[in-house]
């Protein structure tokens, strides 16, 4: 089974709201993709409609090519975080793990190397009603690794969880991915997914905004804009004009570059022999492209209302 | 399913309410069995009484520890968001239904048996002194009797029935109070209620129809006759309930968003 999540034209009405409205993506195997977007922005829906919690009114989801519904022992195909808090509050973390064992026909076996693995060996035989969010999250995440799945989805996985613990689980996240594992983290904090996810799906009211690369995103969002800091500014103006680029003077040895790349602006600047003492691209911050995204997704949405 | 019903008995085992609903429901129903052997007096032979019956009166209590067993299955998961967890474990929905009742059955037919038994241990023990001996035409409370067997193994039938029927209305309430009250007042409310229905017809009607009142004809031995269903019956009446009970609360079950 190809280990892919495919959400196809979701749509789910709640009353009046429209909390899906056409959501269609695909997670791949190998990278951590994340789920981005504002509060209500169907997240957590698309992944209750994935996990067969909830019925679509249209569209459809499979996961490695099948309905979740379908599958006879489903922690075995994928794993999912959803709510930390769903648990019954009197049974031990360990018996909590035993019980989700059986349901897949799994040995007890694997229960006590998972509580080692999240970092909750000692707590093992405490009522997991006792819990703070952070011990849940990673409880919870024990249970979606349970069945060793191929595709995992986790919903806000950071949540209450301390620095060390959104470092730990970072870590993981990589790893799950570098096993060839589907990985789907959903979060509304960008910087938490920095430097983890290798791919975004940015949704906004219901839909997908942007579904890229978080290289690409970040590219597209510096506007490919280079520094260069120089003493010789007129030669270099005249060099970097004279091969196309726009420039402008920004600083008594300052200039901003457009349109073209900044290893090409070094090559170009050493080849004419102009000294410069800095050329760097102006990087935004995925958080910044994010949010330019999603507000030009809300400007949007309020203006055709 | 296989791995449901190992998952549901998990669960049932790793929790502190079970366990302890199943002890009560042996020992009310053993108390109130003896407390009515012991106050119910036959003073002469022809008194009328049905001594079998008479010794599992304590199955009327011992059916409501039966119920909450079945509604903590089901509405103490929807209580505490559980059951998302459990159906993304099992997202086939008839099959955990199907998986709680078989564990519940036999959890119940098991607690049920042991409640049966002890009741008539007590009525045989107890009984003589109120006055229910050979001389009054009551021989000792016995199993080996073919009367009083029906009525002691319909008990625990009437016992996995009530919890097959509560099972089944609190996965069409979820909610845990909406459940028990609604269990309890078919359980005991019912019964009251048609007895001051005043036109006897109607009244005779609603008797066969009420799945206490008619799920306990199965313990009468010696008024069968003059009851409104047979023994059989009437507990066919409250399988009937049952079932139509779980299916309801399974067709919700599938349709409904979790």
């Known amino acids: 089974m190809e280990a892919t999540i495919e959400v196809s034209g979701l749509r789910k009405r709640f009353g009046a709201t429209q909390a899906l409205d056409g959501m269609s993506f695909t997670v791949r195997p190998g990278q951590v993709t994340g789920f981005v977007g504002p509060n209500g922005a169907g997240k957590s829906t698309t992944m209750r409609v994935v996990l067969g919690l909830d019925a679509a009114d249209e569209g459809s989801a499979l ?14 195909h994928v794993g999912a975080l959803l709510d930390a808090g769903a648990l019954q509050p009197s049974r031990t973390a360990r018996d909590h793990l035993l019980w989700l064992a059986r349901s897949q026909g799994l040995g007890a076996g694997r229960t006590d190397a998972l509580l080692e693995r999240v970092g909750l060996a000692a707590a093992a035989k405490r009522r997991a009603g006792g819990f703070s969010l952070g011990m849940r999250q990673r409880l919870g995440i024990a249970a979606a690794l349970l069945g060793d799945p191929p595709m995992l989805m986790l919903d806000e996985p950071f949540n209450g969880l301390d620095p060390e613990g959104i470092v730990w689980i970072r870590g993981l996240l990589r790893s799950l991915a570098a096993e060839g594992r589907a990985v789907l983290v959903s979060s509304h904090l960008m910087s938490e997914l920095q430097d983890t996810a290798g791919h975004l799906v940015v949704a906004g009211r219901g839909r997908v905004v942007a579904d890229t690369s978080v290289a690409d995103l970040i590219e597209a969002a510096s506007g490919g804009q280079v520094t260069v800091r120089t003493t010789a500014r007129e030669p270099a103006m005249s060099a970097l004009a004279g091969a196309g680029a726009t420039v402008t003077v920004t600083g008594r040895d300052m200039l901003t570059v457009a349109g073209m790349a900044a290893e090409h602006v070094v090559r170009l600047l050493g080849d004419r022999s102009v000294p410069f003492s800095e050329v760097s ?25 | 399913m296989r791995y449901a019903v190992y998952a549901e008995w998990t ?20 108390a109130l069995s003896a407390v009515a052997a012991s106050s119910v007096t036959c003073a002469s032979a022809g008194c009328g009484h049905d001594a079998a019956r008479i010794g599992l009166q304590g199955v009327q209590l011992g059916q409501a520890t039966v119920a909450l067993l079945a509604v903590l299955m089901v509405c103490g998961e929807y209580g505490t968001g559980m059951i998302r967890t459990s159906l993304v474990a099992m997202p086939r929905r008839t099959a955990v239904l199907a998986a709680k009742a078989a564990v519940l059955t036999g959890l119940t037919l098991a607690a049920g048996t042991a409640a049966v038994l002890g009741s008539v241990l007590a009525g045989r023990l107890l009984l003589p002194g109120s006055g229910f001996t050979p001389a009054h035409g009551y021989p000792p409370l016995s199993p080996a009797d073919g009367p009083t067997l029906r009525a002691a193994a319909g ?39 048609v007895r001051m229905v005043a036109d006897e017809e109607a009244q005779r009607l609603l008797w066969q129809l009420s799945p206490a009142s008619a799920g306990l004809a199965v313990q009468a031995t010696t008024d069968a006759a003059v009851l409104p269903l047979g023994p059989w019956a009437g507990l066919g009446v409250l399988a009937a309930w049952a079932s139509a009970a779980l299916l309801a609360g399974g067709l919700l079950l599938r349709r409904r968003d979790a």
């Open chain 1, 63 to 76: 996961v490695g090519g099948r309905p979740y519904r379908s599958l006879r022992t489903p922690l075995r």
């Open chain 1, 281 to 305: 691209a102006h990087r935004a911050t995925l958080e910044e492209a994010y949010l330019d995204l999603t507000r030009d997704a809300v400007d949007f949405r309020g203006a055709a209302r």
């Open chain 2, 11 to 30: 669960k049932l085992r790793t929790m502190p309410g079970p366990g302890w609903l199943l002890a009560g429901t042996v020992v009310l129903t053993v």
């Open chain 2, 155 to 193: 008990s625990v039938l009437y016992l996995a029935l009530i919890a097959l029927l509560s099972l089944g209305v609190a996965t069409a309430v979820r909610d845990s109070a909406a459940a028990t009250g609604t269990v309890l007042g078919l359980l005991y409310l019912l019964p009251l209620a």
